[in-house]
């Protein structure tokens, strides 16, 4: 009987387990919040930024950032059409408008071009998200920014280990979060992380993470504003500092993974996440889009995968396309791009033989 291939998993090992314990048995009282603040400073090290919060989900920390720049009813907020829900809830949250755009072909990423056409005077911000590891145009969209006078906010919750002509993804915009889902690169099962060089932001988003209480507040149990409770816990961030002190590993292994299938697919006719010059792909999620000169039906590949054990995954679903939001038949790229497109299974310890049978099935269905 074959063994299962899982689309991903996390790496644990016994490091992860000793911290975990650790915290869990002496992580109270006066070092109830130890390992968060190590997993704190540790992350902004990482990243190269003045401030990390961690939080419990990518959706709280951006929740809580578009809160902080005051973002609400008759505001709207520049995102791509190709994107996780997860991206632009905290947007509707706030009473806020998505607007939905088209995407480039080569990045899967927001289109500046498009971005600039969409702005508004409705328009607060730019969300760009770093779709599975690949990169958004931030010189262009910084510009963009720049020159409207709009925030620019990267949500690179799936682009751990990305990195643009020397600056890793979610360390340019106003703000920056991520994920440590199970599936993500680093995990600490479920939780998230806020980012910012701004001081003014750091503090009232600090605020707003600890139910509106500030940390100049003398009053015991004195709230400042309506906040969030979206904080992390000690336990989760154990996990999460001994997942940092093996990142470089981790994107390592994941880069290994991807570069595995590209040599055993790049005979076929279909591209992968792409890595221009100037730019390190930490390649979260390696995908597959068949070329449109190719006759490829997604359902019986998916399908293929599930009778050899192999779980697969569909790219994301246009958001214009679901019944909340309003349609945008403009967007022809995202509305074609997602029929032809496949995420592979990704994890540290996927094996050679693991991506062999995978890229046999993938060949079997695109070439027949």
């Not at 214009?320 to 592979?344: C, K, W, Y």
């Given at each position: 009987?074959?063994?299962?291939?899982?689309?991903?998993?996390?790496s644990?090992?016994?490091?992860?387990?000793?911290?975990?314990?650790?915290?869990?048995?002496?992580?109270?009282?006066?070092?109830?919040?130890?390992?968060i603040?190590?997993?704190?400073?540790?992350?902004?090290?990482?990243?190269?930024?003045?401030?990390?919060?961690?939080?419990?989900?990518?959706?709280?920390?951006?929740?809580?950032?578009?809160?902080?720049?005051?973002?609400?009813?008759?505001?709207?907020?520049?995102?791509?059409?190709?994107?996780?829900?997860?991206?632009?809830?905290?947007?509707?949250?706030?009473?806020?408008?998505?607007?939905?755009?088209?995407?480039?072909?080569?990045?899967?990423?927001?289109?500046?071009?498009?971005v600039?056409?969409?702005i508004?005077?409705?328009?607060?911000?730019?969300?760009?998200?770093?779709?599975?590891?690949?990169?958004?145009?931030?010189?262009?969209?910084?510009?963009?920014?720049?020159?409207?006078?709009?925030?620019?906010?990267?949500?690179?919750?799936?682009?751990i280990?990305?990195?643009?002509?020397?600056?890793?993804?979610?360390?340019?915009?106003?703000?920056g979060?991520?994920?440590?889902?199970?599936?993500?690169?680093?995990?600490?099962?479920?939780?998230?992380m806020?980012?910012?060089?701004?001081?003014?932001?750091?503090?009232?988003?600090?605020?707003?993470?600890?139910?509106?209480?500030?940390?100049?507040?003398?009053?015991?149990?004195?709230?400042?504003?309506?906040?969030?409770?979206?904080?992390?816990?000690?336990?989760?961030?154990?996990?999460?500092?001994?997942?940092?002190?093996?990142?470089?590993?981790?994107?390592?292994?994941?880069?290994?993974?991807?570069?595995?299938?590209?040599?055993?697919?790049?005979?076929?006719?279909?591209t992968?996440?792409?890595?221009?010059?100037g730019?390190?792909?930490?390649?979260?999620?390696?995908?597959?889009?068949?070329?449109?000169?190719?006759?490829?039906?997604?359902?019986?590949?998916?399908?293929?995968?599930?009778?050899s054990?192999?779980?697969?995954?569909?790219?994301?679903?246009?958001?214009?396309?679901?019944?909340?939001?309003?349609?945008?038949?403009?967007?022809?790229?995202?509305?074609?791009?997602?029929?032809?497109?496949?995420?592979?299974?990704?994890?540290?310890?996927?094996?050679?033989?693991?991506?062999?049978?995978?890229?046999?099935?993938?060949?079997?269905?695109?070439?027949?």
């Open positions: 009987m074959m063994s299962r291939i899982h689309y991903t998993k996390p644990i090992t016994d490091l992860e387990v000793r911290y975990a314990t650790d915290a869990a048995a002496n992580g109270w009282g006066e070092r109830c919040y130890e390992y603040g190590r997993f704190e400073r540790a992350f902004a090290a990482h990243l190269g930024v003045k401030h990390a919060i961690a939080t419990s989900s990518c959706t709280g920390a951006l929740h809580m950032g578009l809160a902080a720049l005051d973002i609400g009813p008759g505001d709207e907020v520049i995102c791509a059409d190709i994107n996780w829900i997860a991206s632009v809830a905290p947007v509707k949250y706030l009473g806020a408008t998505p607007v939905l755009v088209d995407i480039c072909a080569d990045s899967w990423c927001l289109d500046p071009k498009r600039e056409a969409a508004t005077a409705k328009t607060k911000a730019i969300l760009a998200v770093h779709i599975y590891g690949n990169l958004c145009d931030m010189d262009a969209l910084r510009d963009i920014g720049r020159r409207h006078g709009i925030p620019i906010i990267e949500d690179a919750a799936e682009a280990g990305s990195v643009w002509h020397g600056r890793r993804a979610g360390s340019m915009g106003l703000f979060t991520f994920s440590f889902h199970g599936t993500k690169t680093i995990t600490t099962g479920e939780g998230g806020f980012v910012t060089d701004d001081d003014a932001l750091y503090e009232k988003v600090t605020t707003l993470s600890n139910h509106g209480r500030s940390r100049t507040q003398t009053r015991q149990f004195w709230p400042d504003m309506i906040g969030f409770k979206y904080k992390m816990s000690n336990i989760q961030a154990a996990i999460g500092v001994a997942q940092m002190e093996r990142i470089d590993e981790l994107i390592a292994e994941k880069r290994r993974v991807f570069l595995e299938y590209k040599s055993r697919l790049s005979h076929l006719p279909l992968m996440n792409p890595e221009p010059d730019r390190r792909n930490g390649y979260w999620m390696p995908t597959i889009v068949v070329d449109k000169s190719v006759q490829f039906d997604r359902a019986a590949l998916l399908a293929e995968f599930k009778n054990e192999i779980d697969g995954r569909v790219f994301f679903w246009p958001l214009s396309t679901l019944p909340f939001f309003d349609s945008q038949t403009g967007n022809a790229i995202a509305h074609d791009l997602h029929e032809r497109a496949v995420n592979l299974p990704s994890y540290h310890d996927l094996q050679t033989s693991d991506i062999q049978r995978i890229s046999e099935v993938i060949e079997r269905s695109v070439v027949g």
